[in-house]
């Protein structure tokens, strides 16, 4: 069945670091790829997706690409923030029913 | 509502108990979802409904999980005898229509602690 994989945390970086947390994914079908993300206290949001091949999604200065030759949707932001600690989520979705998520990445972001 | 609402926020019960979790999603929101997270996993799906019906209940683990949203808004979880293994935080999202890739608005959870 579809899964996603994601690196293990936590991630722990001073404040303006380089940020990769990666993400791979198998699915049978073409589907559309996601990153939530989860702050302390607060229910899951969505923080950006993609729905084809090569499409980028950005939002508060994160990045991921679709990436089909490699299954992967790899986040990336240039410089991080405390405010950006957080557990994020990678997931995928074949239809409109459900998403299926990796296990989540601890990003530790210190000043 | 300003948000998806889930109550109560943490449910403490004993093994064999029968428990009711309750979502109130955002108001309009036609689709509705329950996942379940598991400590150190990420959330995995158990049903989805469309309106009032179960569009989808292929997540859930066995016939002693059940859901109803009978008026096409507020949705209960229920369990019956419950087992450690249902410890988890139980989460509730919903969307506008549900169709196509929409964002999920997504509840803070209800922590279940079985003893």
């Known amino acids: 069945g579809d899964s996603v994989t994601q690196m293990e945390g936590p991630v722990t970086l001073s404040e303006e670091a380089f940020l990769t947390i990666n993400c791979t994914y198998t699915?049978?079908?073409?589907?559309?790829l996601f990153w939530y993300v989860q702050y302390p206290g607060e229910g899951l949001q969505l923080l950006l997706k993609?729905?084809?091949?090569?499409d980028k999604g950005s939002n508060k200065g994160f990045e991921a690409t679709y990436r089909k030759e490699t299954t992967s949707f790899h986040l990336e932001k240039g410089s991080v923030q405390v405010s950006d600690s957080a557990v994020y989520f990678c997931?995928?979705?074949?239809?409109?029913?459900?998403?299926?998520f990796g296990t989540g990445t601890r990003l530790q972001v210190f000043p | 509502g300003a948000g998806v609402s889930q109550t109560p926020s943490n449910k403490v019960t004993e093994k064999g108990k029968y428990v009711e979790l309750r979502c109130d999603p955002i108001?309009?929101?036609?689709?509705l979802y329950w996942y379940r997270q598991s400590l150190g996993q990420g959330p995995e799906f158990l049903i989805y409904?469309?309106?009032?019906?179960?569009?989808?209940d292929s997540g859930l683990p066995n016939d002693r999980f059940f859901a109803v949203r009978p008026e096409g808004s507020v949705s209960t979880l229920k369990i019956q005898r419950t087992e450690r293994g249902d410890s988890a935080v139980y989460l509730c999202?919903?969307?506008?229509?549900?169709?196509?890739?929409?964002?999920?608005?997504f509840g803070s959870g209800t922590q279940l602690s079985v003893l």
């Open positions: 999202a919903s969307s506008l229509t549900g169709v196509g890739n929409e964002k999920l608005f």
């Open positions: 699915a049978t079908g073409y589907p559309s």
């Open positions: 993609a729905t084809k091949a090569d």
């Open positions: 997931a995928l979705s074949d239809g409109p029913d459900k998403l299926i």
């Open positions: 108001s309009g929101h036609t689709a």
């Open positions: 409904f469309q309106g009032t019906g179960a569009a989808d």
